[in-house]
């Protein structure tokens, strides 16, 4: 069975990397008013609850504004 202390090499990169992609998205949400889809409170639940890469992927191929 594999452990935890296998596993950290790939994880906390992998977790970085979530984290600053989850900021930027969240700062990007914050500091801009026009979305190409829904509203900033309908994006930053999106990208909250679909924390996992998910969000704020989703977030910027569907609701950033070409600016």
Request: net charge neutral.
């Amino acid at each position: 069975m594999i452990e935890i202390k296998e596993m950290l090499p790939f994880l906390i990169p992998l977790v970085v990397v979530e984290m600053v992609l989850l900021a930027y998205t969240m700062f990007h949400i914050l500091t801009h008013k026009t979305y190409k889809r829904g509203s900033r409170g309908l994006w930053i639940a999106v990208v909250l609850i679909g924390m996992e890469f998910i969000g704020p992927i989703l977030y910027f191929l569907l609701g950033k504004e070409d600016s």
